[in-house]
């Protein structure tokens, strides 16, 4: 395959600038093709405005909290702390802001054409974007719907921004809530419980299953609920919010079971909706599901050979890292380059917490449940000088293997910076490593990845 010179190549027309569009733009457009990207909002998508990035700022700035609190622990003298919601507040539009200026440069370096506005195909190779001086109309060799999600929001919840909120809200109030009940307790759920616990409010988290993380191993479900449990998170479990009444005071949120819990703000943390209605893709020929999202083939190829999907929209694994990832696939797909469709299985996915939980392929939950025989070793980091002196002996690594191939088929790592530890791991289930190969790299000493390789043993 020969390179084309940029813009010279056929035209890709991307609906949505998350981070599936934009990746898919700047491989597009290095491949030589005429890329323009249709964004109604800011280039970088709700990843940037709305969810990793404001997230994980609280996060940080919770986890700074968190470290003055225990500083006494490490021999270090400091006041009580306080977090300034207005501060907060201004540094995640600033991050924001930066990344957004980064994201720019970078596409318009590589001359991707980008329009303000919101994109709708009026047929199978055709968009128009209503923009701020009127009408455009773009037509495409290939198209991509990279137009994402907005947040679920059940019909028994009046949300108004102001007390019951979802998590669009979250980084932008004027007060950290005295009390703070959310609802739903899958990933987001649970990282909101520990940003707002850590911010210093009350927090009680409705969980409808009789675990948080529902769909986690139990084990590592455990260690995040009794942390809950222990800084006085109010856990009420099994329950269905079904009602809530705005009170004098704040909110008033009914379980199904007759259970009630009262708080200043109530925020929905209960999964998200695809935006895919009302943009004319059913007209243009692409095939949706029931729940309204872009029914998409290995390629991320829709019902419309030349039109694909990437991220939120086409509901695989909603995550940025993955949408990205589709993006990069499918400019290369679409402009002929060889491609192997994305392996879900080898997805590495953190919970922000703390302690953070990551983990990357087979769990051992996954493989009893299917019969299958894998070797598992744990070590806890009680037993890693690196986290004692860092006060951070929380969690465990575990490494799931082959016992007869002894290759690593995944492994779990519950801990302080799990997030990043885990790329160890996915690395070594992406290349086929043995758990001896990981036996004798020679980690740095004392440091948190040697609990990986003592895990390995
Ligand atoms: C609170 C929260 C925290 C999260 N944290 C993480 C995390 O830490 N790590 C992680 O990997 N994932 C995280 N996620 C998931 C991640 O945000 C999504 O998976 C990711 O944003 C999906 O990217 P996308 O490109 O599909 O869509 P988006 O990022 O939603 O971008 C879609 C873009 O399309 C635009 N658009 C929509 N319709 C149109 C139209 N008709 N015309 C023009 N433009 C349009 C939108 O304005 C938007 O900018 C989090 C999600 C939430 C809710």
Same mark, same amino acid.
């Given at each position: 395959?020969?390179?084309?010179? #940029?813009?010279? &190549? ?8 998350? =981070?599936?569009?934009?990746? *898919? +733009? /700047?491989? !597009? ?11 109604? #909002?800011?280039? &970088? ?8 990035? =404001?997230?994980?700022?609280? *996060? +940080? /700035?919770? !986890? ?14 400091? &006041? ?378």
């Amino acid at each position: 395959m020969t390179f084309l010179a #940029s813009g010279e &190549g056929p035209t890709f027309v991307i609906v949505g600038g998350g =981070p599936a569009g934009v990746s *898919a +733009a /700047t491989t !597009a457009a290095s491949l030589g093709a005429r890329v323009v990207l249709v964004e109604d #909002s800011v280039v &970088g998508g709700g990843a940037h405005l709305w969810d990793c990035i =404001p997230s994980k700022t609280m *996060a +940080a /700035t919770a !986890a700074t909290k968190d470290l003055i609190d225990k500083a006494a622990r490490m021999g270090v003298v400091a &006041g009580s702390a306080r977090v300034d919601q207005n501060q907060l507040a201004e540094r995640i539009r600033t991050i924001w802001s930066d990344i957004n200026i980064g994201f720019m440069e970078l596409l318009l370096s590589q001359d991707v054409q980008i329009i303000r506005g919101r994109g709708s195909f009026i047929g199978p190779n055709r968009v128009s974007v209503e923009t701020q001086e009127g009408t455009r109309e773009f037509d495409f060799d290939f198209g991509l719907v990279s137009t994402g999600s907005f947040p679920r929001v059940p019909d028994w919840a009046p949300v108004d921004g102001e007390r019951v909120l979802t998590t669009r809200h979250a980084y932008d109030l004027d007060v950290v809530p005295s009390h703070l009940v959310i609802v739903g307790s899958g990933v987001t759920g649970v990282e909101f419980t520990h940003i707002f616990k850590s911010l210093g409010s009350e927090v009680t988290l409705v969980v409808s299953r009789q675990q948080i993380l529902p769909h986690r191993d139990p084990e590592v479900a455990a260690v995040l609920q009794n942390d809950f449990l222990e800084k006085g998170v109010k856990l009420v479990i099994g329950a269905y919010a079904s009602a809530t009444h705005l009170t004098d005071n704040g909110v008033l949120v009914e379980c199904d079971d007759g259970r009630r819990m009262e708080g200043s703000h109530m925020l929905l943390a209960v999964g998200s909706i695809p935006l895919t209605r009302g943009i004319g893709l059913e007209e243009a020929g692409v095939r949706l599901n029931r729940a309204g999202f872009v029914q998409v083939d290995a390629y991320q190829r829709s019902s419309v050979r030349h039109i694909y999907a990437a991220g939120d929209c086409c509901g695989k694994m909603p995550l940025s890292s993955v949408a990205a990832q589709q993006g990069r696939k499918i400019a290369r797909h679409a402009l002929g380059y060889p491609v192997s469709p994305l392996d879900y299985s080898n997805v590495a996915a953190a919970v922000f917490t703390s302690p953070e939980i990551a983990s990357v392929g087979l769990e051992d939950v996954t493989a009893a449940a299917e019969g299958r025989k894998v070797r598992t070793t744990k070590v806890p980091f009680a037993a890693n000088p690196r986290s004692v002196l860092q006060g951070r002996e929380e969690g465990f690594v575990k490494v799931i293997s082959d016992p007869a191939t002894r290759v690593v088929l995944g492994g779990t790592i519950v801990g302080h910076r799990a997030s990043d530890l885990i790329g160890i791991v996915a690395l070594a289930v992406q290349a086929d490593v043995t758990i001896d190969n990981l036996v004798e790299t020679l980690m740095v000493h004392p440091s948190l990845s040697e609990s990986i390789t003592d895990a390995a043993e």
